[in-house]
């Protein structure tokens, strides 16, 4: 459902398996869409579900980074985005656009 994710599920340091992201194949499955309409993403997975996100003040507007970079890294969806996230990178915040992806 989503390529970056299932690139970095294999990568070595996932701890996600790749088959988590992929809902069929889009040459010999012809229930494609309805495939890729069925998958949650946010009902299989709670990104920001860590105590960092979870007393953080800008938790209601964040859209908590990239899961696949998460992924990538070797984190757990759910894990802090230690690359985009202005308390683990100590970034200024104010006037700046953070973390743009939103869940849909
Ligand atoms: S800014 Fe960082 S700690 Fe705060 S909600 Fe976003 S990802 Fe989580």
């Known amino acids: ?4 994710l299932v690139f970095a599920a294999r990568t070595p340091a996932s701890r996600h398996a ?7 194949n889009v ?18 997975y709670q990104v920001g579900a860590n105590i960092t996100c979870g007393t953080c003040s800008l ?13 990538a890294a070797g984190g757990r969806i759910g894990d802090v985005d230690a690359e985009l996230c202005p308390v683990t990178t100590g ?12 869940p849909a």
Request: aromatic share 8%; net charge negative.
């Open 27 to 44: 040459l010999t499955d012809p229930d494609i869409a309805q495939r890729l309409d069925d998958y949650r993403f946010h009902d299989r």
């Open 59 to 71: 938790n209601d507007r964040c859209g908590k980074g990239c899961p696949a970079a998460v992924v």
């Open 18 to 24: 790749d088959t988590e992201f992929i809902v069929g």
């Open 91 to 102: 970034a200024p915040v104010t006037g700046r656009r953070i973390l743009p992806l939103m």
């Open 1 to 4: 459902m989503c390529p970056y």
